[in-house]
């Protein structure tokens, strides 16, 4: 009964590969999140969908690319990847009262 | 731009002592802030909200203040545990559609 899931959660891959994770949330929440936490430990936002709409995109790169088939799922593709992209990735749906869930996290490395 | 500061990277407490955690910003008008949890290798928790018209919160062991004159929210746990130790974050929301804004967390660890 898993609020919020993301998978993989160890992602090892080579600089140039392209990769997708997945995050689907049970909460029935119409708001969705993906945020990047980088070695610094800094969360920093990336998109926000809101019922399968684009609402938030924070300055990232185009090789970034969320896709939102309904308002349960919201995914992450990332197209030529590079060492600066290895960081953990969180995906989170907002209920209705503003507070955030977190999925475990999707740990990505680029080498 | 907007910026949001926690007040040390690393806190050191005796179990049983209250924690203080602070949360100070500049360039923002937030209609309410967050606090949450991170343990290592996991999302972080939601732990209370306060929001810009409410001056305490308070939830078990756990109180936050929040003083929109001196744009600053302070954290406190009281008669901490070594179960506490975690690193905390604030968070800032305008609005219902606006982008979070994360502190850069405090890393808290109680000794026991």
């Known amino acids: 009964d898993t609020a919020v899931s993301q998978t993989p959660k160890y992602l090892v891959t080579q600089m140039g590969n392209d990769k997708s994770i997945k995050c689907e949330q049970n909460l029935g929440h119409d708001t969705m999140y993906w945020y990047k936490q980088d070695s610094k430990k800094f969360l920093k936002i990336m998109f926000s969908?809101?019922?399968?709409?684009?609402?938030i995109n924070e300055t990232v790169p185009n090789r970034f690319s969320p896709k939102s088939p309904d308002k349960a799922h919201l995914n992450l593709h990332i197209n030529s990847l590079e060492l600066g992209d290895s960081a953990v990735y969180f995906c989170?749906?907002?209920?209705?009262?503003?507070?955030?869930?977190f999925g475990p996290g999707t740990r990505l490395t680029v080498l | 731009s907007q910026k949001i500061e926690q007040n040390s990277e690393a806190l050191n407490i005796q179990e049983g002592k209250t924690a203080t955690l602070t949360c100070n910003y500049t360039?923002?008008?937030?209609?309410?802030l967050q606090w949450y949890r991170q343990d290592p290798g996991r999302g972080p928790v939601f732990l209370l909200l306060i929001r810009e018209n409410e001056k305490e919160k308070r939830k078990e062991r756990l109180k936050v203040t929040f003083d929109t004159t001196l744009k600053q929210s302070l954290f406190h746990i009281t008669a901490s545990q070594p179960a506490d130790s975690a690193t905390y974050l604030c968070a800032l929301v305008k609005t219902s559609y606006d982008k979070v804004i994360f502190g850069p967390g405090t890393s808290l660890s109680v000794i026991p």
């Open positions: 989170a749906s907002r209920s209705k009262w503003d507070t955030q869930y």
């Open positions: 360039n923002y008008s937030p209609a309410y």
């Open positions: 969908y809101n019922n399968k709409e684009l609402i």
